[in-house]
């Protein structure tokens, strides 16, 4: 092989792999936890702090996988956990815990916080976990006081399937040249997906400053800049 | 750089902005002390009458299209866009006489709804009727104030941008279904501090991608292939309708939890 024909074959290989469709990202869906060994009480021995970052949001990714400790809820279900230091502030601050559905599943979140003696300040349900974009999030605001926040797994969801339908609409834009102008297509169609829930998953964790909650702002600036 | 290049800058440049600014809901919040226990429910704002929405449509982008082709052009895209304004008009008066015909009122339902969520949560609910302010029907509420001896701890207002239903297109493959677009404050009787403000919209139009607004999803069963298929079933558009009120809000009590 010459040299030439070398370079047309990198070139087709370049080429095969670029057009390649990329393969979505997927998360393992875990319904029974049958083989994991669970304790009783709740250890925050293996912790991973989170820092508070008054000008911009930070954000941690967790994952919740078999290799989690897990512990025995009030019913005596197992459930996976992993533990989030809060951060030492002296105001409130906004947290954000979201399930992301990757590959037709979601962690099925429930969450607490406590306090430095353990003891729970806030308990956070399932059902709080709302649909925000392709995300379950639950979004509070966090005390001073609050020291850790435990997210585990939902034994009484897990298993569950979720069906969502949604509606996407795509748009192409078309430059004439003849009039200098540019218009735009717009193309909607209906995805139907879904999503089960698992003991297991990737789970962001996000703090931001507390919200300025005067009447005036930012909510009506929100209001007159959408309209 | 003529005027159309200039126009097409500055829409991206607002769109860029608008991605950037992307503002964050604030979750409720029980202010220390005195925990919210009496809700006034301010009337929602409503629109006059339910939407029936074709997202996309091929005249609207051929409307568009035609617009981009010299003053011609627009005279033509203005032509086509009245067409396709004239067919929603139309759809949208067929919608209104068939709920009217099942009996079923929009508003009624809504705020009814949202006093058993309410309710459910442990709330007491204190009816307030919307005040006739300048541009009332567009924004929230700029004053508040408790009917005469009744004490109220926070007041809800809801705005119902619009509802009714929606298809992504004309195609078989994107039925009409219901959508109801709902944006909601709670403020602080006492301080007139935001306690909470979210969005929340049941089936919305496209743009599901940002965490900007709680979504929920359609219920399966309330689908109609096109707008005929609406005509055809009264009974089950207004239940589908009434179903989206409903879990619309359910969902903003659940929010003030």
Redesign the interface.
């Known amino acids: 092989m010459n040299s030439v024909e070398r370079i047309g074959a990198l070139a087709i290989s370049v080429m095969l792999i670029a057009c390649a469709p990329t393969k979505a990202p997927t998360q393992a869906v875990t319904v029974s936890l049958q083989s994991v060994a669970c304790k009783d009480g709740f250890t925050s021995s293996h912790a991973r702090p989170i820092t508070l970052n008054p000008k911009e949001q930070t954000a941690l990714e967790v994952e919740i996988s078999q290799a989690s400790p897990c512990k025995l809820d009030a019913n005596g279900n197992k459930q996976l956990y992993e533990v989030i230091t809060l951060p030492f502030t002296t105001s409130?601050y906004?947290v954000s815990v979201?399930s992301e559905k990757i590959g037709g599943s979601a962690f099925a979140a429930t969450a607490v916080t406590l306090d430095d003696t353990e003891q729970v300040r806030q308990a956070f349900n399932h059902?709080?976990f709302?649909?925000?974009?392709?995300?379950l999030?639950l979004?509070?605001?966090a005390h001073p006081d609050e020291r850790f926040l435990v997210i585990s797994s939902h034994a009484d969801v897990v298993g569950d399937v979720r069906?969502?339908?949604?509606?996407?609409?795509s748009s192409q834009s078309?430059y004439?040249a003849?009039?200098?102008?540019?218009?735009?297509?717009?193309?909607?169609?209906?995805n139907v997906g879904g999503y089960t829930f698992s003991h297991t998953g990737k789970v962001v964790v996000a703090t931001?400053a507390a919200?300025n909650?005067?009447?005036n702002e930012?909510?009506?600036d929100?209001?007159a800049?959408r309209? | 750089m003529n005027i159309i290049k200039k126009t097409a800058i500055v829409a991206l440049a607002l769109a860029v902005t608008a991605c950037a600014k992307q503002p964050q809901s604030i979750p409720f919040v029980q202010p220390a002390g005195k925990p919210i226990q009496v809700i006034g429910l301010v009337t929602p704002h409503m629109p006059d009458r339910a939407a029936a929405l074709l997202a996309t449509s091929p005249g609207k982008n051929a409307a568009n299209a035609a617009a981009g082709a010299g003053l011609i052009g627009l005279a033509v895209g203005l032509v086509i866009a009245g067409i396709d304004a004239g067919m929603q008009s139309s759809r949208e008066s067929t919608l209104e006489e068939m709920l009217k015909a099942e009996s079923f009122n929009a508003p009624t339902t809504f705020s009814s709804a949202l006093r058993t969520a309410l309710e459910a949560k442990g709330y007491q609910v204190v009816d307030i009727p919307r005040s006739s302010q300048r541009n009332a029907g567009r924004t929230f509420q700029e004053n508040y104030q408790a009917p005469a001896g009744q004490n109220v701890d926070a007041f809800l207002d809801i705005l119902v941008e619009g509802y009714g239903y929606g298809a992504a297109s004309s195609a078989a493959s994107s039925p009409y279904r219901p959508t109801v677009y709902t944006e909601v404050r709670l403020v602080n009787a006492d301080t007139k501090s935001v306690l909470m403000w979210d969005k929340v919209i049941y089936n919305p139009m496209g743009d599901v991608v940002r965490d900007d607004k709680v979504i929920i999803p359609p219920a399966p069963e309330f689908s109609f292939v096109d707008f005929d298929a609406v005509e055809r079933a009264p009974q089950k558009v207004a239940e589908g309708l009434d179903v989206a009120l409903v879990k619309t809000a359910d969902t903003i009590g659940t929010l003030l939890r």
């Open positions: 409130p906004l979201s059902d709080r709302l649909n925000r974009g392709r995300k999030m979004h509070f605001e069906k969502e339908i949604s509606t996407v609409i078309h004439n003849g009039f200098g102008t540019t218009s735009t297509l717009y193309f909607g169609s209906e931001t919200p909650r005067a009447l930012p909510s009506d929100r209001t800049r309209r």
